[in-house]
């Protein structure tokens, strides 16, 4: 059982940063894919942004694309999401899970953690 533990939201005020970490407990076949996803209250759970262990190139939420940057480090098991020019509309709890296949479909992963807040006042 694959388990994420993220970190590193808080409170920012709007043009500004927050770097979010996602620990892994191990990389596996069925957790080859991470992705970053966000709900506001009220609101569907949605796509921020996905990486792959064993691949380079990343995907993004076109709302994010530009501002938002997803990284890994293959030594820490740790997957970051650097979050650029944050808008108040971004305040979510903002989750990282973990599948196998490469999409921005909330079914398609199998593991989630607990999440971090992020709020952002304007």
């Known amino acids: 059982q694959v388990q994420l533990v993220e970190s590193g939201g808080g409170l920012v005020q709007a043009g500004g940063s927050l770097r979010l970490l996602c620990a892994a407990s191990?990389?596996?076949?069925?957790?080859?894919?991470v992705g970053w996803f966000r709900q506001s209250p009220g609101k569907e759970r949605e796509f921020v942004a996905a990486?792959?262990?064993?691949?380079?190139?990343?995907l993004y939420a076109d709302s994010v694309k530009g501002r938002f940057t997803i990284s890994k480090d293959y030594t820490k098991n740790t997957v970051y999401l650097q979050m650029n020019s944050l808008k108040p509309e971004e305040t979510a709890a903002y989750y990282c899970?973990?599948?196998?296949?490469?999409?921005?479909?909330?079914?398609?992963?199998?593991?989630w953690g607990q999440g971090t807040q992020v709020t952002v006042s304007s």
């Open positions: 191990e990389r596996t076949f069925n957790s080859n894919v």
């Open positions: 990486i792959r262990w064993n691949l380079g190139t990343p």
């Open positions: 899970a973990a599948g196998s296949r490469w999409s921005g479909e909330r079914k398609e992963y199998s593991y």
